[in-house]
């Protein structure tokens, strides 16, 4: 008998951040390039900073409702303390990210790339990251009312201490994304290839699989 083969977990590069210089929020406006900053406190909402790049950049404590970051280009950052009932970041790209403590409502991920992104302590509303790339990308203690992956490529992805209510993977390209542990209601089952689920899991989707394979269930 073949051995089952293991679930790879995700590979997320630690983020130590030192020597950073105190900036004003007012500083961050569209198209704008920083490294080396730290901006703690703040009103962002409303703002639109389409086009920013940040590098071994720290945003902390900030209020960040409707901001716009379309396109935005970040590596080797953390967000801290972010309060943003609605954030809008289509296209952007992440790498080396760390989002922690945060609570975000309604966030636009729609065709973003990540990698190496962990969040940690947030409590997310709807997360849209239909048509993303994502690869090592890691929840832990996070709470997530909506996770929208439809027609997304993942490979690495993980949750540890954490809740997702929903889950849709509809189209999606998944390979070794550890869905286990989850209390979820999960739509597009065809996309479910690649996951890794327990045994509890499987029989609460069984009836959704059994149709999309075509499979009559006769009592």
Known sequence: ???????????????????LDDADAASLV?????????????DLSGLDLTGIRLRETEIAGVSAHDLHLRGADIAESV?????APVLRSPRASLRDVVVSNSRIGSVEFSENTWQSVHLVGCKLGFVNLRGSSLRDVQFT??????LDLGGARVERMAFAASDVRSLDVTGAR????????????????EG??????DELQVALIATRLAEHLGIRIVG
């Open 174 to 189: 998944l390979a070794d994304v550890d869905l286990r542990g989850l209390d979820l209601d999960v739509s597009g089952v």
């Open 30 to 42: 569209a198209g704008s390039d920083h490294e080396g900053v730290r901006v703690a406190g703040g």
């Open 1 to 19: 008998m073949a051995k089952p083969t293991r679930t790879s977990a995700p590979r997320i590069d630690v983020i130590r951040l030192s020597d």
């Open 79 to 83: 967000f801290d303390r972010w309060d």
């Open 141 to 146: 203690d996070c709470t997530i009312e909506e």
């Open 192 to 197: 479910l290839r690649g996951a890794t689920m």
